[in-house]
C-alpha cells in the first residue's frame, strides 16, 4: 500500500525562497555586467572584445536564469487520485 504522507523534505522550496534565488542569481549576473562596463575603459586589444560581450549578453543571460527558477530539475509527487483498496475475491480468509 502507498503511503500518502510526504515528507517535509520532499517538498518543493517555498515561492519567497525561489524568489529570493532568482533574485540573487540576477544579482550577481548583472553585477559582473557592470564589471564589464567599467573594464572597457580600461582594457584594450581582446580584452575589450570579451568585456564588450559580456556588457552586451550577461542582460539576456540575467534574464533568462532569473525566469527558469530552480537550477535543478525535480520530480514531486502530487496527488492525484484516491486509490480504494478493493480484495480480489478468493483472497479472503481460509478456515
Known sequence: MKSSQQS????????????????VKYLITMSIRVICLVL????HGWWLAVCAAGA????????????????????????TAIEVYRPVPGDGPRS
Open 56 to 79: 552586451i549578453l550577461l542582460p539576456y543571460f540575467a534574464v533568462v536564469l532569473g525566469n527558469v527558477g530552480t537550477s535543478s530539475i525535480q520530480r514531486h509527487e502530487q496527488p
Open 40 to 43: 572597457m575603459l580600461f582594457v
Open 8 to 23: 517535509l523534505t520532499s517538498l518543493p522550496p517555498s515561492p519567497d525562497a525561489e524568489r529570493h534565488a532568482r533574485m
